[in-house]
């Protein structure tokens, strides 16, 4: 099996979780090589996400991963031909994350969106081709040592304290809620100097200060 792709919109995720982790124990067997699961919970309450399986990571076909609206929970890798990772939604800490990157050695593409629970990310790769962060709101620091870097996004997430190793070009925009004063125009200054690749910058904030 080439693609594997589940997009449900439940009330219960509980109802599901058998028949979901059968679907995906399926792939699994069918050796699938690109696998994207996104389960959107359709409540006012604040429901847990769906809990994903080890069958996921065991699956050592996948070279594409794409997860919406999970939660990992003790997890050991085994997809070891893993190119393409995209998490949204993802529920994990720091150290998750860096345990699932370092057992991704052929990882090249890599995209987190609105992983409110990561807030210092470390990175360090030979690999990685393409990296991008948006609006992960606990965001505080950045270390990226990845010489090769073809690709560079950060979106909408607080100003990190940052050491980026990377020389290919930056795109960069934040998109605030909060007054940006003082303190956040010296921290953006201190994260634009990193580089000086930066091809795109857009802000829009609310200042009341200029920065200069």
Same mark, same amino acid.
């Given at each position: 099996?080439?693609?594997?792709?589940?997009?449900?919109?439940?009330?219960?995720? !509980?109802?599901?979780?058998?028949?979901? =982790?059968?679907?995906?124990?399926?792939?699994? !067997?069918?050796?699938? %090589? !690109?696998?994207?699961?996104?389960?959107?919970? !359709? $409540? *006012? &309450?604040? *429901? +847990?996400?769906?809990?994903?399986? #080890? &069958?996921?990571?065991?699956?050592? $076909?996948?070279?594409?991963?794409?997860?919406?609206?999970?939660?990992?929970?003790?997890?050991?890798?085994?997809?070891?031909? @893993? %190119? %393409?990772?995209?998490?949204?939604?993802?529920?994990?800490?720091?150290?998750?994350?860096?345990?699932?990157?370092? $057992?991704?050695? @052929? @990882?090249? =593409?890599?995209? /987190?969106?609105?992983?409110?629970? @990561?807030?210092?990310?470390?990175? $360090?790769?030979? #690999? /990685?081709?393409?990296?991008? /962060?948006?609006?992960?709101?606990?965001?505080?620091?950045?270390?990226?040592?990845?010489?090769?870097?073809?690709?560079? &996004?950060?979106?909408?997430?607080?100003?990190?304290?940052?050491?980026?190793?990377?020389?290919?070009?930056?795109?960069?925009?934040?998109?605030?809620?909060? +007054?940006?004063?003082?303190?956040?125009?010296?921290?953006?200054?201190?994260?634009?100097?990193?580089?000086?690749?930066?091809?795109?910058? %857009?802000?829009?904030?609310?200042? +009341?200060?200029?920065?200069?």
């Amino acid at each position: 099996m080439h693609k594997f792709r589940l997009f449900i919109s439940v009330l219960d995720v !509980e109802e599901l979780v058998p028949y979901i =982790d059968k679907w995906i124990g399926l792939a699994a !067997e069918k050796e699938v %090589k !690109e696998l994207d699961l996104d389960i959107l919970i !359709e $409540s *006012d &309450t604040m *429901d +847990t996400p769906y809990t994903l399986p #080890q &069958t996921i990571f065991s699956a050592r $076909s996948v070279t594409i991963l794409r997860l919406v609206n999970c939660k990992l929970e003790n997890i050991s890798v085994g997809c070891l031909q @893993l %190119k %393409k990772l995209f998490f949204g939604g993802v529920s994990l800490m720091d150290q998750q994350f860096h345990y699932f990157i370092s $057992s991704f050695p @052929l @990882l090249e =593409d890599l995209i /987190l969106e609105y992983c409110h629970f @990561l807030e210092r990310i470390t990175i $360090s790769s030979n #690999q /990685l081709k393409k990296f991008g /962060l948006s609006s992960c709101l606990s965001m505080e620091a950045l270390d990226l040592d990845t010489p090769n870097l073809l690709s560079f &996004t950060y979106n909408d997430s607080p100003i990190p304290t940052s050491r980026i190793n990377a020389l290919c070009l930056w795109q960069v925009k934040f998109d605030t809620d909060f +007054t940006f004063d003082t303190q956040l125009c010296l921290k953006l200054r201190e994260f634009l100097g990193v580089s000086n690749q930066i091809k795109d910058l %857009k802000i829009d904030a609310t200042p +009341t200060v200029v920065c200069v």
